[in-house]
Structure formats: structure tokens, C-alpha cells
């Protein structure tokens, strides 16, 4: 069956949650309305996925909402903002109910996970393609931003770069690996990200810079070092990659993947020496579970990668969508 | 010449315009930052324009811009909310250097024009469709809402219907007119539409409810009604509809284009009786100019058009990007 757009927003995308006190008014007004609590700064930030350059054209409903959403949501980590609400925006040949059905089903389970409220939207027919909007809250002023690194600091990284570039060359077979089990993992890693949002609401008191990696190490930690106009020494020895990378690829596959493919959606944030010890206590509560990668230093020596003690010469480039 | 998504960012969208002091970050970190005033509610609202859709294929990257801006900003205008800051999605097939000078320049046109910053964004490539959301300030409780017109109200229209579809009619060679001046006159009505922002916000204190005119008069009070719970009876003799139409065309053909078809961005807006004086004093300082068309009734009633004092069959069809 085919629904017109008001349809498709009453059956699909509406009365799904609860309003939230600051919430005014959400869906089915010319706007919506929202009131920020006093002391908090609103964190925005805005993405299009689309099809054929974001996620690939056989992808399911339930794992492009999904990611959809993760992808905002890793913005908002990388800011330390705690997720309130987003708008959707879906462009998409035809309003398809069983479609419909299953993107809304996975779209508010993952909202519903990070105490997301849907508060507005637009849909439109047209080739695939969906843009979402993400708002959070930061209490005070301590933002995570890219232009706070300092000379000295350390540099980490949450979790393990490179299985998702891993699973994506997998789904688009350009790797093969008889292990199904190990295939299936490496998979859901690149289709099903984890925001780091509760590691960076931690690291808002701990670290001075902080992004996620969406387009590749390289590139990402470029940005923290052109806004913060410093440099970097990045041990290569020290880039964490799990183990299943490392049995089942060559190194040049796997450390291309960490270094140069994005979409893992970890953070990389640098702290300064002082800070070590909250990070410690950060860790061993659990709350993050990162790897020191290197050190922040002055622009003139720019980004240089050490492998086995000697400095190595790289091809700098992250995801280019116009490439 | 062509750009990747960085260089389109920094040399066409970025340092344009001057940070506004609650614009803590803007582009160029995982997301911007801002700070809402004390008692301000902040009004969202997104709109995405698809190629083919919204617009036409041979539409001028200029007239893409200003248009693509002025439907948002319409959103905000019928909230009764002063403008302060968007974010820009862009999808396009190739990052042509031309093209872009000639949309940014437009876009950052409109934006100075009422006084909104650019915080954030995304370029892509794909097939050409933009996406908008736009932030507006409301001081105090009093927006502009689809469901607060009661019963007895009065039905007003700011401007004149009918031209933007009369136009749209031209450029799709539809409908054919000799005469050049007007042919360029309607067309402009339907590139350049004027967002009634400074009427919206004169009439938070006036008006009970209000909606712009994006999908067609009918459809569009429709949802004043449905979101009220109320009826509404409209004498089609007192809808404005300019000499220029009613010199031009044939009146099935007016009537139909100012009923049916969207795009005018003019305020549908009611009032309560007592009201009518604050209007007024409006309407002779030239804030707002506007033409009542009819009147609120109860739910029951339903919506009824009136005509030489008889009531007329219609068919109630806005526009709807699923057909």
C-alpha cells in the first residue's frame, strides 16, 4: 500500500513517544517548539545519508535507520552532549509500507535507546536519501571542540579502529573470508556503529579536544590539529586493532583500514598530562575503554606516523564524497 | 574546477558572515553550539526541496538559494518566530565551482537579508536536493499555533493567492501568455516568494492560529481546522486573488491555482473578534496587509466554500509530493 506524505508521518512517525517537559510542541505544527534548561548550550548538527555513497543500495530499512542515527549521534559524542531531539528528513522513491514499517520500527528503537525525541521532519519522493538533524545538551560550558588540543597533550583513542572499513569491503566483496561467524561480526561493525555517547559526556571534564572518526584517523585527527594549529607524533605500534583484524588480514590491509577508512565512529580525543589520572578512574570504572596513540605537538613539525622507531611516509586522505 | 567537501565548505560557506553572540561554535566542529536568551523558546523547523519535485531541473542555482531559504524561513513566519540561525545540506551531482559562487552568493544574500547565520551543514554528492533547517527565537509563551482557532474566529489571508501557481503554470508552458512583463512578473512570484516574517511576528499577539500557505489554501487551513478541532466557512467572492490573474486567466483557472495549488508562502491566520482593532492598528502601519475570507465554526460543520451566497462543491486537493 501507498501512503501520501501526511500519511506517512501520522501512521509512521507520530504519537510513537512521549513529549518531553522542554518540548512545546514536536511534529504536526509549522515548527517545533523547544525550551532549553537554563545553563545548558544546545549542541546541533546535521547529516545527509546518501544512497550509493553512504550506505549501499541492497542496505535493509532497519539498518539504515539504524546507522542513520548512530552517525548523528556520534556528532553529538564527539561534543560530550547528552542526545535529546532530532528531526528526520527522508527522501525516497516510493512510500512503500512494509519499508516504512520496518525503518520506523528500528528508527525508534535506537531513539528510544538514547532518550532521542523525534520532534519534526519532512518526506519527499525522490532517489534515497536521508538527512537528520540531532540536538544535545551540554550543562555549563565545557564542550569537547576540535580546536582545544595543546602542545603536550596525550592522544587516544576509544575502542579498535578499522573493522568497519573491514566489513564494508566484505558486503561489497572486495574481501573474502570463509569464517561466516568472523564475516558476520565485522559486518554489523561497519552497519551497526556505537556512538560513543557516554564516553564523551565522561571526557567533557578529562579531555581538552576531542572527534569522531568518520572519515578515517588521518583525516580526523588533521582537523583537531588544523583548528588547535598544532602537530602530532602518532605511534603506529600503539593504534589499537583487535585482534580479528590482525589473524585474518595483512597489515597493510588492516592499518590502511585504521588509518585512512572511516566510519568507525570512535573518538579521538587528546588530554593533557595532568588529566591522566581521571582518565584512569574513567577506566577502570569502565566508563571508556581507550589506547594513548601518540602526542600533540607544535604545528611546524605537522602530523608525522613512527613505526618500529622510524618515521614512515603516508598518503594523506579520508573519505572524500566528491571522489 | 571542482572541490572535495572540505574545500566547497571553507571557500564558499564558511567565514561569510559574523558570528553572532550566541553563536558559541558554528561550522567547522562536529557540531555548532549556541546559547538560547533567557525566556526565548526556540522554533525548528526543516524543509528538504528535491529536484524535479520542488523544483525545476533548469532552476538557476541563484534562484535555488533564495528559494530554498524563503520556504524555511515561511515556517518561521507562520510561528510567529524572528529568524537566527540555519544549517545547509546539500546534495549535487559534481562540486561545479560555478554553480557554487552563484548559490552561495544568493544564499548568503537572503540569510543577511533577515539576519540569519549559517552554524553548520553537509555537502555530498548525488543526485541535486537540499535541505534546510532553520532556528527561530520566540520571546516569551506566545507562538503562533495551527490549534488555537475557536470557534467564531475570523479567517485572514495576507497577500494575494493564486500567482505563485499561475507562474509555476508559465514556466511549465502549461499556460501561455503574450505579454512579457506580466510572464516575468507571475514567474518571480513563484522563484521569489516573501516569507511574511515581520507579519508573523506582529501577529503572535493578534492572532489565534495561523499556517502558510506551502500546499494550497484548502489543504493548508485544513490542517487549522483538523489540529483545532473546528469548521470554517469561506466566501471564495472575498479570497485575494490579484487583477492580474482575474485580467489574465479564466476564473476556474485562478480559483483552482489560489484553492489548490501551494507555493504563495502567505499567512492563513485567525483571529478572535475582540481583535480586530490590534489588526487594525497593524494594517494601517502598513505591517501587515491582509484580506478576511470567512470565519471559524464548530468541528461539525466541516469546511465549507461559499459562492454568490451558495454553497459550491470543491475537491480538496493540496499538493502531495506522493502523487
Redesign the interface.
Known amino acids: 500500500m501507498?501512503?501520501?506524505?501526511?500519511e506517512?508521518i501520522s501512521k509512521f512517525f507520530k504519537n510513537h513517544q512521549k513529549k518531553d517537559k522542554n518540548q512545546?510542541?514536536g511534529i504536526?505544527?509549522?515548527?517545533?517548539?523547544?525550551?532549553?534548561p537554563k545553563n545548558n548550550?544546545?549542541?546541533?548538527?546535521?547529516?545527509?545519508l546518501?544512497?550509493?555513497?553512504?550506505f549501499l543500495k541492497n542496505i535493509t530499512p532497519k539498518d539504515l535507520a539504524y546507522k542513520s542515527v548512530a552517525v548523528n549521534l556520534s556528532?553529538?559524542a564527539?561534543?560530550g552532549?547528552k542526545p535529546t531531539?532530532i528531526?528526520l528528513?527522508i527522501?525516497m522513491p516510493?512510500?512503500d509500507s512494509v519499508w516504512l514499517k520496518s525503518f520506523s520500527k528500528s528508527f525508534f528503537k535506537i531513539l528510544n535507546k538514547y532518550k532521542l525525541n523525534l520532534?519534526?521532519?519532512?518526506?519527499?519522493?525522490?532517489?534515497l536519501?536521508i538527512?537528520l538533524?540531532?540536538?544535545?545538551l551540554?550543562e555549563g560550558k565545557n564542550?569537547?571542540?576540535?580546536?582545544n588540543a595543546k602542545n603536550g597533550d596525550l592522544i587516544y583513542i576509544t575502542g579498535n579502529l578499522g573493522e568497519s572499513a573491514a566489513g564494508l569491503s566484505l558486503l561489497q566483496k572486495k574481501t573474502f573470508l570463509k569464517n561466516v561467524k568472523i564475516c558476520n561480526y565485522l559486518i554489523k561493525k561497519h552497519l551497526k556503529p556505537i556512538p560513543r555517547i557516554s564516553e564523551g559526556i565522561a571526557l567533557r571534564n578529562i579531555a581538552n579536544a576531542?572527534?569522531?572518526i568518520s572519515d578515517g584517523l588521518i583525516s580526523d585527527l588533521g582537523h583537531i590539529l588544523k583548528?588547535s594549529k598544532c602537530g602530532a607524533d602518532i605511534n603506529l605500534n600503539t593504534i589499537p586493532i583487535s585482534k580479528i583484524l590482525t589473524d585474518n588480514f595483512k597489515i597493510d590491509e588492516y592499518l590502511n583500514w585504521a588509518l585512512n577508512s572511516g566510519e568507525d565512529y570512535e573518538l579521538c580525543f587528546t588530554i593533557s598530562k595532568k588529566n591522566i589520572k581521571k582518565l584512569n578512574v574513567a577506566i577502570k570504572k569502565k566508563i571508556i575503554k581507550c589506547t594513548c596513540i601518540g602526542y600533540i605537538t607544535s604545528a611546524e613539525k605537522g602530523l608525522n606516523l613512527i613505526q618500529n622507531q622510524k618515521k614512515i611516509i603516508f598518503k594523506k586522505s579520508g573519505f572524500?564524497?566528491?571522489?
Open positions: 501507498e501512503y501520501n506524505e501526511f506517512i512545546i510542541k504536526g505544527d509549522d515548527s517545533a517548539l523547544i525550551k532549553i548550550l544546545l549542541a546541533i548538527s546535521t547529516d545527509t546518501v544512497e550509493g555513497k553512504h556528532d553529538l564527539a561534543m552532549a531531539w528531526t528528513s527522501t516510493k512510500s520532534i519534526g521532519g519532512d518526506t519527499n519522493s525522490g532517489p536519501s538527512t538533524s540531532i540536538y544535545g551540554i564542550a569537547l571542540l576540535r580546536g576531542a572527534i569522531d583548528n572524500n564524497h566528491f571522489i
